[in-house]
């Protein structure tokens, strides 16, 4: 399958840049504009559906810092089908097919079967590639394991905080809730908004007075560093066991349709 849009992975999850996203779409709106009206139109979250990111672009007239857009998969199909055009159709059954080639490599342990003897002979050139690109980090480790583990000391209380409460089986994203229901988080969010059980504030869904205080949800951390260098936090809220169970009877009752 010709790669269309780049597909990148971190830390195990799959992420698709927003702006080259835009750029394939072959929108005619300013990105900064487009990004921000798609973000609020299709009800993304951030930290879940997708991470901003500043990065520093040198201009001829000095330097500038522009925000990027990290999209997950799921995200990249929602707001290629809301595009209604003939190039949003094509991005939406290239992510799909990427998702069930991403699933079928994590089943194999990451090893995909040359159909032909072309695509062996290029494998095997590549896998020659890669060792001989790992003894190059091999050499190179004894230097850069000093430089990490003084830098991991310094982010291993925030990244313990951070792990223990990502980790915690008591704890669900509207996302796979909204899977569960065989339904999206973007209609999801909107139903729970409409049924005045939670509110956007600012790019956080936050729950109205009457549910709040009734441990249906937690405020999850997330730690980042802001374009200045400072340390910053992006709370996500999740839902709680007996949140996934309240939504759960919403949808039993017929609520959520």
């Excluded at 590639?129 to 830098?151: V, Y």
């Excluded at 999206?184 to 549910?211: C, D, H, P, R, T």
Aim: contains cysteine.
């Amino acid at each position: 399958m010709d790669e269309l849009i780049k597909i990148t992975e971190q830390q195990g999850k799959q992420a698709v840049s927003a702006r080259e996203l835009h750029e394939f779409l072959g929108s005619k709106r300013k990105f900064a504009d487009w990004i921000k009206e798609r973000i609020e139109k299709c009800g993304l979250i951030e930290n879940e559906d997708y991470v901003s990111l500043h990065k520093s672009v040198k201009r001829e007239n000095g330097g500038t810092i522009r925000i990027e857009y990290a999209l997950s998969v799921d995200a990249a199909k929602e707001l290629s089908m809301v595009e209604g055009n003939e190039k949003g159709k094509q991005a939406r059954r290239y992510f799909i097919e990427s998702e069930k080639k991403y699933r079928t490599l994590q089943k194999t342990g990451g090893f995909e079967i040359p159909q032909t003897l072309s695509s062996a002979l290029l494998l095997a050139a590549n896998q020659a590639k890669e060792l001989e690109s790992q003894k190059k980090c091999i050499e190179d480790l004894s230097i850069t394991t000093q430089l990490q583990d003084k830098e991991l000391k310094k982010a291993t209380p925030k990244v313990e905080y951070y792990d223990k409460a990502m980790a915690s089986d008591s704890t669900y994203t509207t996302n796979s809730i909204a899977k569960d229901l065989g339904m999206s988080a973007m209609f999801l969010n909107k139903k729970l908004n409409e049924l005045k059980i939670q509110y956007k504030q600012g790019n956080l869904w936050v729950l109205y007075s009457a549910y709040q205080n009734k441990g249906l949800t937690k405020l999850i951390p997330h730690y980042f560093t802001k374009g200045n260098g400072e340390p910053g936090n992006n709370p996500a809220m999740k839902w709680t066991e007996k949140g996934r169970e309240f939504i759960l009877g919403l949808y039993q009752s017929g609520k959520l349709c």
